[in-house]
């Protein structure tokens, strides 16, 4: 095995939102006023992006990735209230949404990723194969570098329910990554 | 995958993942367990996801998100704005004026007082002398006299306070209450007066008849329980002031008779003319 090591929220990441700074921030970017949405994206953009491409790996598709993640973030800011979370995770979890969206068929299993690829794609490939719920956690949990208990509070789900997302999740990639159909999920009825 | 393998738990792996975050060696990690190859191999992969490689965005990227996303602000604002800053529309069913929304409250003050006057002065009714609301019933009962101009109306009026003041006086001696009992009785005694007075100086119509009837039904009452309470009661002081006050009245009341009782007529028929020299027939 590999000792690759974990990086320790290697990403560059804002303060968080607790941040009386951010808030105020945010609360006039409530507003739409162009100087706080201009700041919010100069302090968040890097981030996400460097986010959305450790799970995508393209640049093409990362910016189209966080354009759209940004233009959903207008629509959705007037509503935010998890100033305790941070604006960054937010943005994290709209991306995970984005990553998770497909034209696949509702039921259907993710198609299994191509052998010939290289690992890395391989295994971004097999992440967004997973079901919304485990690639949310996964990508928070892994490439966000969230400890556990953060990750429940930011999703509004129980550290129990984290905990087995995300032990569900690395078991549908190791099967994925291994060739494996994911035997929970329901194969089409012809 | 080999199915032989035991699967951890997730509590297991958190474990795992948490010991390996602080530093630990993955056999460390890990630990020795039954599941401990699968869990090597969660966490093999949890490492595989956190060294994906990343990039920075190229100064392009920036630019074009930052356009879009600036510009979907600045819509977002205009329609903000708009929803936000409204101009001031009339309404439909307009507030009334600072002068008529103050009429209103005075006049829902009124009718409030009103309200409470007219049941507190009904409760007064039924009160008795011993009572804190009697003074109000009395005054009420002045405002009745007031409201009734007429001599004969306000006789009968006074037959019926009179009426009241005998059931005052009943009430008071069947309490042992010697002192009201007279105050209750006095009072009939003066209603009864005052009636007399009244109805002596009336014009004698069906109406006068009516009320005179009355009180004679009314300057009847026996005073014997009254006097049989107080005996109980041992109001003996109250006992002989009531006694005093029947014998006055006793008096008075010849008095009035003669004012109320029309003068005999004379005997009908043709009277013999009286003789030359002065003797009668």
């Keep these: ?190 | 995958m080999n199915q032989m393998l035991v699967e951890p738990s997730p509590r297991q792996l958190e474990d795992a993942i948490a010991r390996r975050m602080a530093g630990a060696a993955v056999a460390e990690a890990v630990g020795i367990h039954p599941a401990a190859e699968e869990l090597e191999r969660m966490l093999a992969l949890s490492e595989q996801i956190v060294a994906l490689p990343t990039r920075a965005p190229g100064t392009g990227s920036r630019s074009r998100v930052r356009d879009a996303f600036l510009q979907g602000g600045r819509e977002h604002r205009a329609g903000w704005v708009y929803r936000h800053n409204l101009p001031l529309r009339r309404a439909k069913h307009p507030l009334p004026s600072h002068g008529i929304r103050w009429g209103l409250v005075v006049a829902a003050a009124l009718m409030l007082a009103l309200v409470a006057g007219i049941s507190l002065a009904l409760a007064a009714q039924l009160s008795e002398p011993d009572s804190g609301l009697y003074p109000l019933k009395l005054n009420t009962e002045r405002l009745l006299l007031a409201a009734n101009r007429t001599p004969v109306s306000q006789a009968a009026v006074r037959l019926q306070l009179a009426n009241q003041r005998y059931r005052d006086t009943e009430a008071m001696a069947a309490r042992g209450k010697g002192g009201l009992a007279v105050n209750s009785m006095s009072a009939y005694y003066d209603q009864l007066r005052l009636a007399g007075a009244a109805l002596a100086g009336a014009r004698r119509d069906a109406s006068w008849k009516t009320v005179r009837s009355q009180f004679d039904t009314v300057e009847a009452k026996p005073i014997d329980n009254i006097v049989t309470q107080l005996q109980n009661t041992r109001q003996t002081a109250a006992l002989a002031q009531i006694t005093a006050l029947r014998d006055q009245f006793a008096k008075d009341r010849k008095s009035i008779d003669a004012k109320l009782n029309p003068p005999t007529a004379a005997p009908s028929g043709a009277q013999p003319e009286p003789l030359p020299s002065g003797a009668r027939p």
Aim: charged share 25%.
């Design chain 1, 1 to 190: 095995m590999a000792e690759l090591g974990f990086r320790q929220v290697a990403l560059v990441r804002s303060a968080p939102a607790r941040d009386r700074g951010e808030r105020d921030l945010i609360l006039r970017a409530q507003r739409y006023e162009p100087e706080a949405l201009a700041e919010l994206f100069d302090g968040h953009f890097e981030a996400l992006y460097r986010y959305v491409h450790t799970l995508v790996g393209d640049a093409t598709a990362s910016e189209e990735v966080v354009r759209l993640v940004f233009l959903r973030a207008l629509e959705g800011i007037p509503r935010y209230r998890r100033f305790e979370s941070g604006f960054a995770t937010w943005l994290e979890r709209i991306a995970n949404a984005v990553l998770s969206e497909s034209d696949r068929p509702t039921g259907l299993p993710a198609p299994l990723p191509a052998k010939e690829l290289p690992p890395a794609a391989r295994l971004r490939e097999a992440i967004r194969g997973l079901t919304p719920d485990q690639l949310d956690v996964l990508g928070l949990r892994f490439v966000a570098g969230l400890p556990a208990d953060a990750v429940a509070r930011s999703t509004g789900r129980g550290v129990g329910r984290v905990q087995a997302l995300q032990h569900r999740g690395l078991l549908a990639l190791g099967r994925a990554l291994a060739g494996e159909p994911d035997p929970t999920t329901p194969v089409e009825l012809q």
